[in-house]
């Protein structure tokens, strides 16, 4: 499956944005998804994840409760909802796919995940 990021942007503190992720194919549905976000200078972290039915969803803590992470299978996209956004949210944000089943691993795992897609950046001024 081929992955494209995008809805990023320049965004002042305290305000919103939506990413969205893009998948080619007819088997989307059999993916889980997941957000990462690298910072400039920072290791790739883990924002959200969300299981192939959009049932079960997971959140590092820094996303709890300002972000949301949703799918439509229809559309073969996935979203991250962003709210109240903070400097420190600046990244490039990279959604990526699994065939794992999230309740049985860790989300956060870089190495479950199958595809990739090229990044989107945000940048969230003060």
């Known amino acids: 499956v081929q992955l494209q990021a995008y809805g990023g942007g320049l965004v002042q503190a305290g305000g919103s944005l939506r990413l969205s992720c893009a998948a080619s194919?007819?088997?989307?549905?059999?993916?889980?998804m997941g957000w990462f976000r690298q910072a400039p200078g920072k290791e790739r972290e883990f924002v959200a994840a969300?299981?192939?039915?959009?049932?079960?969803?997971y959140y590092a803590d820094s996303a709890k409760g300002r972000f949301t992470i949703s799918r439509d299978n229809a559309k073969s996209t996935v979203y991250l909802q962003m709210n109240s956004l903070k400097p420190e949210d600046t990244a490039v944000y990279y959604c990526?796919?699994?065939?794992?089943?999230?309740?049985?691993?860790?989300?956060?795992?870089?190495?479950?995940?199958?595809?990739w897609g090229q990044g989107t950046k945000v940048t969230v001024s003060s």
């Open positions: 969300i299981s192939w039915s959009g049932g079960s969803t």
């Open positions: 194919g007819r088997t989307f549905r059999r993916y889980a």
């Open positions: 990526a796919a699994t065939t794992y089943t999230l309740g049985a691993t860790d989300p956060s795992r870089e190495d479950m995940y199958d595809y």
